[in-house]
């Protein structure tokens, strides 16, 4: 399995519900990462778990929450989003904890959140 | 700063060549990345250069010179497939990834 899951694949939500992104990982990857991209935009980083630690939190609002149950799993709570937090988030996983030299990345295909 | 400069767009024949650049200045270096990235998609890697010189994979090969700050990443015998955007991205001395803003390439029949 050589596959980053994501789900759900789109969302809808408005600003005052609660949804939660997920993703799975079966690749025995140590490090996770939750990352926001708008159109025509370069992936921003927002957290980053290694090691089920988290060991960066890019000042990421307090409206989104990471969770990382076990060493597969990695969700990301929401809650009272804003329009302007709609965007594609992707999940990805690498081999090695996040302080590691040759470090590649593999992506989940993402889940498009439009917020209301 | 940090900062990383590839051009927004680029245009090729299909069959032909492309070098796409890019530039970086970052505090400290530990190696660089190029990713593809398909419209609506997510990146799927490419290359890693940490040492200078030309990594060779298939039709893609990737460049480095760290006293430059350069890397480029060539793209033969282009395909219409290879319609996508490619980001160029470097892990710093604190082993965060800096993104370039991408380079979408176009493949003309």
């Known amino acids: 399995d050589t596959e980053v899951t994501q789900t759900p694949k789109h969302l809808v939500m408005g600003m005052t519900n609660k949804k939660s992104l997920k993703c799975e990982q079966h690749m025995g990857h140590r490090a996770m990462y939750w990352y926001k991209q708008k159109a025509k935009k370069p992936p921003e980083l927002m957290f980053v778990y290694s090691y089920e630690k988290l060991s960066i939190n890019e000042s990421v609002p307090s409206r989104f929450s990471p969770e990382c149950p076990n060493s597969s799993l990695l969700n990301l709570h929401l809650h009272a989003l804003q329009p302007e937090d709609s965007a594609l988030y992707l999940c990805?996983?690498?081999?090695?904890?996040?302080?590691?030299?040759?470090?590649?990345?593999?992506f989940g295909a993402g889940s498009r959140l439009t917020v209301l | 700063g940090q900062n990383i400069d590839q051009p927004t767009e680029m245009t090729a024949t299909e069959g032909a060549i492309v070098q796409i650049n890019c530039t970086y200045q970052?505090?400290?270096?530990?190696?660089l990345f190029w990713y593809q990235q398909h419209a609506g998609e997510a990146p799927t890697f490419l290359s890693y250069n940490v040492l200078d010189g030309l990594e060779e994979k298939g039709r893609f090969s990737s460049f480095l010179s760290r006293s430059k700050g350069y890397s480029y990443l060539l793209l033969k015998e282009l395909q219409m497939k290879d319609s996508a955007s490619y980001l160029c991205?470097?892990?710093?001395?604190?082993?965060?990834?800096?993104w370039g803003a991408g380079t979408k390439l176009i493949i003309k029949p």
């Open positions: 970052t505090s400290g270096f530990n190696g």
């Open positions: 991205a470097v892990m710093d001395s604190n082993y965060q990834l800096i």
């Open positions: 990805a996983s690498s081999q090695a904890g996040s302080h590691s030299g040759a470090n590649v990345l593999t």
